[in-house]
């Protein structure tokens, strides 16, 4: 937090006039001169005035906040009943926070140009999803020469273990340079979280291995593709299990705060609803988003008044034959060979559902039924 965003808040606590003013190195040493009571930090015959230091005089108290180029930023705080207890804190809070920021460019000149971008980028991002009226649009001193204007393909990857060390940013990123491209941008989000984003040429050449035909389903079989490749090789090299979700490409720099909101709203779906998955693509969980929206006390209640018609449904054996039937399009004779069990087999389960539930999933309107209260029963189990 910025000196000038905890004014307020300190002005609220002290309960009097508290602002921020600007003093060359001259005033400053002329109010330590005329000054009753003086405090210069750890070396008081310094001429420099430190971050902490402070000079009090008629009830008023400059406290250095920032001094550059000799150029000084001072808290003034109109009070004279302020205890020295309490503007020993604020210098203390002061010192402190100089000591970090100098420990946080001392480790930022350590790191490569394209992680030291990518944490401002980090940054920005956040504090856009954290606000009330977030900026959708990139600022210009972040679009790095208008590279981020191009479409891209955004991932979005949360590693499994929490005990295992982070590896390092240049580890990762070298390693999604030698699977995707050099032209990748890598992004670090909370803790075990990463944003990345591949060129739109993945999916060029992921749509002429597929299929000629170029419709929405092709390029959405593509990105599934890509991101399967994608897991497959960061499980085995890198972290182990993780997590990973894949959208529809586009302009980083107009849509990376809605886009980083998706992907993080399809893990959680994908978690939530499908347990033992690790590839979530959004387009394949619209159904649960939209359960999702629903209050947990109707979602309940409408799976309580469902269960009641039969205890089918929480059969191992059922739930792993319906699962399969609705993964394979709801085809009797893929769904057989899937669960190598012969065709009638499978047709005298779905006979038997009938007729203790009333619900024929072999039409439609019956199969988006069953679909539902699957759903909503591997939630409602788990909590």
Same mark, same amino acid.
């Not at 009097?16 to 930090?41: H, I, M, N, Y």
């Not at 350590?110 to 856009?128: C, G």
């Not at 994608?230 to 182990?240: F, R, T």
């Not at 065709?343 to 559902?353: A, G, H, S």
């Given at each position: ?11 609220h606590i002290l309960n009097c006039?508290?602002?921020l ?17 003086? =405090? ?13 230091s ?16 000799k ?46 971008f ?30 981020? =204007? ?7 990857l ?24 050099d ?6 989000l909370k803790?075990?979280e ?6 739109a ?10 299929a000629?035909?170029?419709d ?14 994608l ?6 090299e890198?972290?182990?299990?993780c ?11 107009k849509?990376i705060?809605e886009?980083?909101?998706l992907?993080?709203?399809t ?5 939530? =609803? ?5 590839i ?18 109707q ?14 449904f ?48 072999r ?21």
């Amino acid at each position: 937090m910025s000196t000038t965003e905890w004014l307020n808040p300190l002005e609220h606590i002290l309960n009097c006039p508290v602002r921020l003013v600007t003093l060359q190195q001259s005033d400053w040493e002329e109010l330590t001169k005329k000054a009753d009571r003086v =405090f210069l930090g750890d070396d008081p015959n310094s001429r420099l005035a430190a971050e902490g230091s402070r000079v009090e005089q008629e009830g008023t108290v400059w406290i250095v906040a920032g001094n550059v180029n000799k150029t000084i930023e001072a808290i003034e705080i109109q009070s004279p009943g302020l205890q020295q207890r309490e503007l020993e804190l604020i210098s203390w809070t002061l010192r402190t926070q100089s000591l970090r920021n100098q420990t946080t460019k001392a480790s930022a000149a350590s790191l490569s140009e394209s992680e030291n971008f990518a944490l401002k980028l980090s940054e920005w991002i956040q504090q856009q999803l954290e606000s009330e009226e977030p900026s959708y649009s990139i600022p210009d001193s972040l679009t790095a020469g208008g590279k981020l =204007f191009a479409e891209m393909i955004p991932f979005l990857l949360i590693t499994e273990q929490p005990n295992t060390k982070q590896a390092a940013f240049s580890e990762l990123e070298k390693l999604l340079r030698s699977f995707l491209a050099d032209d990748i941008l890598l992004i670090p989000l909370k803790n075990q979280e990463w944003l990345i984003w591949g060129p739109a040429s993945l999916l060029r050449d992921a749509d002429s291995e597929l299929a000629d035909d170029e419709d929405e389903e092709t390029v959405e079989d593509s990105l599934a593709s890509i991101c399967h490749g994608l897991h497959e090789m960061l499980a085995s090299e890198w972290i182990g299990e993780c997590h990973l979700a894949v959208a529809h490409p586009t302009s980083p720099a107009k849509g990376i705060v809605e886009t980083t909101a998706l992907l993080r709203e399809t893990i959680n779906l994908g978690r939530k =609803f499908h347990v033992g998955t690790n590839i979530h693509l959004p387009w394949m969980l619209q159904l649960e988003r939209l359960l999702n929206a629903i209050p947990e006390v109707q979602r309940s209640r409408y799976l309580e008044h469902s269960l009641k018609r039969s205890e089918l449904f929480v059969e191992a054996e059922m739930l792993a034959t319906l699962e399969a039937f609705f993964a394979l399009d709801c085809n009797v004779s893929e769904t057989a060979k899937k669960l190598y069990i012969h065709r009638n087999t499978l047709l005298y389960r779905l006979d038997k559902l009938k007729q203790e539930t009333g619900l024929d999933v072999r039409q439609f309107r019956d199969a988006v039924l069953v679909k539902i209260i699957l759903l909503l029963y591997k939630v409602t189990k788990r909590n």
